[in-house]
């Protein structure tokens, strides 16, 4: 098992905000035109990949409300939003 699985879906919830935020940072520095290194995309990248793993966890879960709480949304402008987000009846 590995420890992705042992995670608890407060773990997992914490995780998701966090990298969102990051992602959404970093995603608009590089909009706004700042120059990445090699080794920032390659940070950026793994930071996805992350997200994305903790992403399929949170939707193991059969998620209801949005990673921020309940009658909330993942903020507009994200690079990546949560599952209950990405559904159109969601609001």
Same mark, same amino acid.
């Given at each position: 098992?590995?420890?992705?699985?042992?995670?608890?879906?407060?773990?997992?919830?914490?995780?998701?905000?966090?990298?969102?935020?990051?992602?959404?940072?970093?995603?608009?520095?590089?909009?706004? *035109?700042? $120059?990445?290194?090699?080794?920032?995309? @390659? /940070?950026?990248? %793994? *930071?996805? $990949?992350?997200?994305?793993?903790?992403? @399929? /966890?949170?939707? %193991?879960?059969?998620?209801?409300?949005?990673?921020?709480?309940?009658?909330?949304?993942?903020?507009?402008?994200?690079?990546?939003?949560?599952?209950?987000?990405?559904?159109?009846?969601?609001?």
């Amino acid at each position: 098992m590995t420890t992705y699985q042992k995670s608890s879906l407060q773990e997992i919830v914490q995780t998701l905000q966090n990298g969102q935020k990051w992602l959404t940072e970093n995603f608009r520095e590089w909009l706004g *035109g700042q $120059e990445f290194t090699d080794e920032d995309r @390659r /940070l950026f990248d %793994a *930071g996805l $990949e992350r997200w994305e793993r903790f992403e @399929r /966890l949170y939707q %193991a879960t059969a998620p209801t409300i949005c990673i921020w709480g309940n009658n909330k949304k993942c903020p507009s402008g994200a690079p990546v939003v949560c599952v209950v987000c990405e559904t159109p009846t969601h609001e």
